[in-house]
């Protein structure tokens, strides 16, 4: 444990969601850590390092005064305009004390363009209501110090909990069809690698913006496809092609001037072995 470990109050909004908790269970031994989370349950509420917060109904202030984070690391979900008032507060916080935010954004930032994987200092461009969020709040966080802040861009974070792995699954139990688009060339990652990258940057006091998925691209048709043949082996598969473009369109973040050490790399093939761990 580095000396310095301990010194950090860490908070992360969104701590009951997949890539929230995740994020939890990796600091907890490491920093005193606290986390909020939407809906009542025991595990929870037993737990005195965390805090009941629903977006659209509370002050995200009244969390941050209980918890004095020295970072605060913001996996929210849910409304999106609710969700801008409250990094807004988040903003004017991290103003006013020693303190840094850690913004979990998206591949979609990017989904606007398509002829090109993209990099972390590339123009942000979507053309759907998420990506379009993400890009509003990260505009609002980089016009603030630069070390008070770092946006990490995920594409598809996959895990053995992962909301998709269970939507896949269901679809198999249910004999649905599978959804998939041959034309987009994308990234992945896994929750753990992740929440290890976020660890790291901690540690090293990073800030900026950071690219996080796979080192290596690969075409959702296909990749889908191999995490179907992984968890199943009956092979009673229906999928549905769909087609938004007739040339391939590039959904991927990949890093050139924010690159982590190479034990934080992880590639596609990788992502599959663990889900089956």
Do not use: W
């Not at 470990?5 to 701590?15: C, D, N, P, S, W």
């Not at 994020?23 to 805090?51: P, Q, V, W």
């Not at 991290?94 to 935010?101: A, Q, R, S, V």
């Not at 594409?155 to 699954?169: A, C, D, H, N, T």
Request: with cysteine.
């Amino acid at each position: 444990m580095k000396l310095n470990e301990q010194k950090h109050r860490i908070l992360i909004l969104g701590a009951s969601g997949f890539i929230g908790n995740a994020i939890y269970k990796e600091l907890c031994a490491y920093f005193k850590t606290y986390g909020t989370y939407r809906i009542s349950k025991a595990c929870y509420e037993d737990n005195h390092h965390f805090f009941q917060y629903n977006v659209e109904e509370d002050d995200v202030y009244e969390v941050l005064k209980a918890t004095k984070p020295s970072i605060i690391i913001s996996a929210l979900r849910g409304d999106f305009r609710a969700q801008t008032i409250a990094h807004q507060h988040v903003a004017e916080y991290l103003l006013e004390h020693d303190c840094k935010l850690i913004f979990l954004s998206s591949a979609n930032v990017f989904d606007g363009y398509s002829k090109y994987p993209s990099y972390e200092l590339d123009k942000t461009l979507s053309g759907s209501i998420y990506g379009h969020f993400k890009i509003k709040i990260e505009n609002m966080l980089l016009r603030l110090p630069k070390k008070k802040v770092a946006i990490l861009r995920l594409p598809m974070v996959l895990g053995s909990q992962s909301p998709r792995l269970k939507e896949l699954k269901q679809h198999l139990q249910e004999k649905t069809a599978i959804e998939i688009f041959p034309n987009i060339i994308m990234n992945v990652t896994t929750d753990s690698k992740v929440t290890q990258q976020i660890h790291y940057i901690i540690n090293r006091n990073k800030h900026g913006i950071f690219h996080l998925g796979s080192i290596d691209l690969v075409h959702h048709d296909e990749y889908i496809k191999d995490i179907i043949a992984q968890i199943d082996k009956k092979n009673g598969v229906v999928y549905k092609h769909v087609y938004t473009t007739n040339e391939d369109r590039y959904l991927a973040v990949l890093p050139k001037f924010n690159k982590l050490p190479k034990h934080l790399n992880i590639t596609s093939k990788e992502v599959l072995e663990e889900l089956t761990k």
